[in-house]
């Protein structure tokens, strides 16, 4: 059981790339979220899925995009990535949204865009 | 933009000592949340208590709420090295069981325990 995985786990980019962060989770669990973590701001979400087939807008969602493959796979893709989205990027998973579900996490992946 | 404010941002303790983390927070709940992050790892859920609880216990951790002033207080008792890490709350906002809530985190409060 190997809980929530995230890859890659470090990342460099240059100003204008694209990337997919992947994420899986093998809990079974419906809901699936994206956070990114600032020195100072802490944890700000990007995106979740509260259940297969769902996506919606979190706090900062600008300059991301989602797809929910399926139940376990939850990714996020930078399009055309900018220093600003110099971060360490959490996957999250919860037995649901809502009603008291605590969140699991991943690792993280810490993205350097120049 | 952020519920919960963590109180203070940094504390410095004794191995031994109890160590109190205080989290407020603006809006109702229906449950608030404790977190642990060790450096450079994903966050680890320590314990939830919802909004008709007044205090809960889990090892050597307490939390309280007081849903009055809108504030919730962690306790670890007898410190050690090894709960050096930073500590966030994390609010759910929504009353109804099912509905899309978010937790909202605050920017934590960063926690040294000296051997």
């Known amino acids: 059981n190997a809980g929530v995985t995230q890859t890659p786990k470090f990342q460099v980019l240059k100003t204008g790339q694209s990337m997919t962060l992947q994420c899986a989770q093998d809990?079974?669990?419906?809901?699936m979220y994206w956070y990114r973590q600032d020195p100072g701001m802490g944890l700000r979400l990007i995106y979740y899925?509260?259940?297969?087939?769902?996506?919606d807008k979190g706090e900062v969602p600008n300059g991301y995009n989602v797809s929910r493959l399926n139940k376990r796979e939850f990714s996020l893709r930078l399009e055309s990535a900018a220093p600003s989205q110099t971060s360490v990027y959490f996957c999250?998973?919860?037995?649901?949204?809502?009603?008291?579900?605590?969140?699991?996490f991943g690792p993280g992946t810490r993205l350097t865009v120049l | 933009s952020q519920q919960g404010e963590e109180d203070p941002q940094a504390l410095s303790i004794q191995e031994g000592e109890n160590a109190t983390m205080n989290c407020s927070y603006k809006?109702?709940?229906?449950?608030l949340q404790w977190y642990r992050q060790n450096s450079g790892r994903g966050l680890v859920h320590l314990i939830l208590?919802?909004?008709?609880?007044r205090e809960k216990h889990s090892g050597r951790l307490r939390v309280t709420l007081d849903t009055s002033k809108k504030s919730s207080s962690l306790l670890i008792t007898a410190s050690r090295a090894a709960d050096t890490a930073s500590y966030f709350c994390?609010?759910?906002?929504?009353?109804?069981?099912?509905?899309?809530?978010?937790?909202?985190f605050g920017k934590g409060i960063t926690l040294s325990v000296r051997p």
């Open positions: 999250a998973s919860s037995v649901r949204a809502g009603g008291g579900s605590e969140q699991f």
């Open positions: 809990m079974n669990h419906n809901s």
């Open positions: 899925s509260a259940s297969e087939g769902t996506t």
């Open positions: 809006t109702s709940i229906n449950n």
């Open positions: 208590i919802r909004s008709n609880e």
């Open positions: 994390a609010t759910d906002p929504n009353r109804y069981t099912g509905a899309n809530s978010k937790l909202t």
